[in-house]
């Protein structure tokens, strides 16, 4: 029996307000940004909406950023996204999940809008979908 496939997979920057996803194609060569999930009205609608992009796309691997401190420890943001995970997991049994180091790819994504012309001010829900393109990457690249 072949082994599954990773891809497609499904990037998540897990925030307090806002959560951005991002997948990679069919084959795992490229990481594209999807949607911003509204996190302010609670993790259930949040959680809901994430299984139906990952049922829709087909998503064989989920990956979520784990926002590590520059000392490589964890604080409560890090516990925060991995209780999250754990009721992400029972929402999609089945499907493997992967932390990723986070740190710096909101600064990262920011910095490239910036390149690409676009002002960051204004561009909340673009950033954090542009942070989960960038937690993808750095999974793809074997980070």
């Given amino acids: 029996m072949k082994p599954v496939p ?50 829709r796309r087909g998503v064989r691997t989920l990956v979520v950023g784990l926002p590590v401190r520059l000392d490589g420890t964890e604080g409560t943001a890090a516990a925060k996204v991995r209780a999250f995970a754990d009721r992400l997991r029972e929402r999609i049994p089945g499907v493997p999940l992967v932390f990723v180091d986070e740190a710096l790819t909101t600064a990262a994504a920011e910095e490239k809008l910036r390149e690409a012309g676009r002002k960051a001010r204004n561009q909340r829900g673009v950033i954090d979908q542009a942070a989960a393109v960038e937690i993808l990457n750095h999974w793809l690249s074997g980070g």
């Avoid at 497609?8 to 990679?24: E, K, N, Q, S, Y």
């Avoid at 940004?33 to 993790?43: C, I, K, N, Q």
């Fill in 6 to 55: 990773p891809h497609p997979a499904l990037g998540i920057d897990h925030g307090d307000a806002r959560i951005g996803l991002a997948a990679t194609d069919d084959l795992g060569i490229l990481a594209h940004p999807v949607e911003t999930v509204d996190h302010t009205r609670g993790e259930e609608p949040a959680l809901a909406r994430i299984a139906e992009v990952a049922a």
